[in-house]
């Protein structure tokens, strides 16, 4: 078992060591080996859901207004308003079960 010295304190310490025993500094020994992964995915999924809530938002508040613009277009108000309602909440929800 190969020894090397510690760049800190600069004892003799084994190469398979995953921190020096004096000083505690990462020596980057086997079990010192973390990987991490970039985590960017998320953030285009979360992207794509903002933009169908922005998209269903905007459809849900043109029903509305459609609605209360008069009483004869309330049939055409409420087909315009309930899907674009629907897929904001879709969307939040879809948004929500991406970040976890
Ligand atoms: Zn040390």
Do not use: Y
């Not at 991490?36 to 953030?43: G, H, I, K, M, N």
């Not at 043109?62 to 055409?76: E, Q």
Request: hydrophobic fraction near 45%.
């Amino acid at each position: 078992m190969p020894l090397i010295n510690c760049p800190d304190c600069n004892r003799e310490v084994s190469d398979q060591a995953a921190n020096c025993p004096q000083c505690a500094r990462p020596l980057g020994g086997p079990a010192s080996g973390t990987p991490r992964a970039p985590v960017q995915t998320v953030e285009q999924t979360g992207k794509k859901w903002k933009a169908v809530m922005l998209v269903a938002f905007v459809v849900a508040m043109l029903g509305v207004a459609i609605f209360f613009s008069s009483i004869r277009n309330r049939p055409l108000g409420e087909a315009v308003a309930i899907p674009g309602f629907v897929g904001f909440l879709v969307a939040r929800i879809g948004a929500w079960w991406q970040h976890g």
